[in-house]
């Protein structure tokens, strides 16, 4: 999809948008149904946000695609994960053979699950002494993330796999919106306070290299692109690509928790349309997460309490899209159904 970093830069200049006679002619059709206006609350904003964008008054979801992206990292070198980087790859194998939440979840919610593990012999480079990837990476990870994307799904749910990759997306989040680590570190798969204060160090000293690399005379789209190479991996940059593939084709991409709304955060700082097509699922047990909504300007479905990762909360999510859509595409108008609508 992209050639160069240039074209992903260049993407931002040609955003398709929802259109907005359809979001009306939705609202309008919201009005009509046998129901107290907006009685049926987000469902509502559900229904309308996914016929704007799809440009259709009762758009259905015949396809849903989940893609789960894995990667390693060298930052655990710094001892800052519970568990071996050697279980990155056994959970794509658990993935493969059906034995992991979202297997089960995906499948309830009817989502044809894909999983691609990113070079998980040769983990990117330690965070703390150089940037994770070069920019020959970052490209190829953008354009395997944006090559997954089935282009036929109205939605597309996102996961991801990583040992190591809270530590990651603690950074991005510093890096992008600034503050002490200590507001974005969260425990990931169990760190203990000892690994908690040493993850705040090193995403301190990450971000304080970055920002020898990363400078205001960038513009907005480099200064995302060098975030996102300086501190992310191979999963966060084909998430990303995964998103701006689905723009191109007007999906509605899913987020899950906190990785997976941490690894677009560059491309909010590349320009806050991007995510424009995007819904959070679920708000993560992760402490970092809601101070990240709250930046991203982003209202999540739920909150489950969930940290597991791998889009089960996105597949939880797409269960909550798919009522919304049955609703406002099954009901009958107060016209159809012979009762009386609301007094003028």
């Known amino acids: 999809m992209f050639t160069s970093l240039d074209d992903v830069s ?130 190829e990870a953008i354009n395997l993330g944006a090559h997954a994307v089935d282009s036929t799904a109205e939605v597309i749910i996102l996961g991801e796999m990583g040992i190591g990759n809270s530590t990651i997306s603690a950074a991005l989040c510093a890096g992008c919106f600034g503050g002490e680590a200590s507001q974005w570190v969260g425990r990931g798969t169990g760190a203990d306070d000892a690994t908690l204060r040493l993850k705040s160090e090193i995403v301190n000293r990450a971000v304080a290299r970055m920002h020898h690399d990363v400078t205001a005379k960038m513009n907005n789209a480099q200064q995302g692109l060098s975030i996102l190479r300086q501190l992310g991996g191979r999963e966060q940059a084909a998430l990303c690509g995964a998103v701006l593939a689905a723009r191109a084709s007007r999906q509605i991409v899913m987020l899950d928790g906190f990785i997976c709304t941490s690894a677009v955060a560059p491309l909010h700082i590349m320009s806050p349309e991007i995510l424009s097509h995007c819904l959070v699922a679920h708000k993560s047990r ?59």
């Open 10 to 139: 260049e993407f931002i200049c040609n955003l398709p948008q929802p259109d907005s006679e359809m979001l009306n002619r939705a609202r309008e059709h919201q009005a009509q149904l046998t129901k107290p206006p907006t009685a049926l609350g987000r469902l509502e904003e559900l229904a309308i946000f996914m016929a704007g964008w799809r440009k259709q008054l009762t758009p259905e979801i015949n396809k849903a695609q989940a893609l789960i992206f894995a990667g390693n990292h060298g930052v655990c070198a710094q001892k800052i994960n519970p568990f071996p980087q050697e279980v990155t790859a056994q959970m794509v194998a658990n993935f493969t053979q059906g034995g992991a939440a979202i297997n089960q979840l995906s499948a309830l919610a009817q989502a044809e699950l894909a999983v691609h593990p990113l070079s998980l012999d040769t983990p990117t480079k330690d965070i703390c002494v150089a940037p994770a990837l070069e920019e020959e990476e970052l490209l």
């Open 286 to 344: 992760e402490p970092g997460h809601q101070k990240l909504l709250s930046c991203l300007d982003k209202q999540p479905l739920l909150d489950l309490d969930l940290c597991l990762g791998e889009g089960s909360g996105a597949a939880i999510g797409l269960m909550i899209l798919r009522a919304a859509m049955a609703c406002h595409n099954g009901m009958a108008s107060f016209a159809q159904a012979a009762i009386s609508g609301p007094e003028a």
